[in-house]
């Protein structure tokens, strides 16, 4: 029995090792991206039956995961085209909402390892697709930690999925779930969709707000910044 044990401690320290590997050779070879975001951001009151949509097309660039400059193209709010001079207005409105929080400290990035702890969740099948499973929780939670489970492809060990909710979630908060999905862009695995589904209410004597909060972001037409080839490479 302890020799079991001691089996599938070791072939689950290889796994976390061969994830992080893997994060490393693509942290070498991948030193930026440039991609489209398409965001749609619906708020809706729940009480009165009422709901705002905002969405918005911008271009990101990115060199690091807290280092990104966004270029808003255009955007809609309840459908309606705004001008270039409410752009920027509309913008700020999605700021203030969160909506492009940059300081979440990602689990598998290699420079947040040591803040978390990890733990093999065996296999799973998702979409006619075998995935190994990785459940993450913060070693000191704050309000930059979340807690999840990593999906990732059983032999390059990319990651494909992220399921995930905020290590500190506020007492307005019902129920909370986010998705990061990921798809195969040339040789990397990239993000290609984000979603977030979140239920808020607050009562004091009776009932005074009851709200869901919907977004979904999707990504395409990445431009990558590869690492110069080294004489080792060539």
């Not at 302890?2 to 050779?25: K, Y």
């Not at 990890?118 to 006619?128: R, S, T």
């Not at 059983?154 to 779930?177: G, K, T």
Request: net charge positive; aromatic share 12%.
């Amino acid at each position: 029995m302890t020799c079991l044990f001691l089996l599938l401690l070791s072939a689950e320290a290889n796994f976390i090792d061969s994830v992080f590997l893997r994060q490393a050779e693509i942290g070498s070879r991948l030193k930026g991206v440039n991609y489209r975001s398409e965001l749609t951001y619906i708020e809706t009151d729940l009480l009165h039956n009422r709901a705002e949509t905002i969405s918005c097309v911008r271009r990101v660039i990115m060199d690091h995961y807290e280092n990104q400059k966004d270029l808003f193209i255009s955007a809609r709010v309840n459908g309606r085209p705004v001008s270039s001079n409410e752009l920027n207005r509309i913008c700020q409105t999605l700021k203030r909402k969160g909506v492009f929080a940059r300081q979440t400290r990602l689990p598998f990035f290699l420079e947040n390892r040591h803040e978390y702890q990890y733990e093999a969740a065996g296999e799973i099948e998702l979409n006619k697709r075998h995935y190994r499973r990785l459940r993450f929780v913060p070693k000191h939670p704050d309000q930059h930690h979340i807690i999840g489970t990593g999906y990732f492809d059983p032999f390059s060990y990319d990651l494909v999925r992220l399921e995930f909710v905020p290590a500190r979630v506020p007492i307005v908060v019902d129920s909370m779930q986010l998705i990061l999905s990921y798809d195969r862009f040339d040789e990397f695995w990239l993000p290609a969709k984000f979603t977030l589904k979140m239920d808020l209410s607050l009562k004091l004597v009776k009932l005074l707000m009851r709200r869901r909060i919907e977004i979904v972001d999707c990504y395409s037409d990445y431009y990558l910044k590869l690492a110069e080839p080294t004489e080792k490479d060539k």
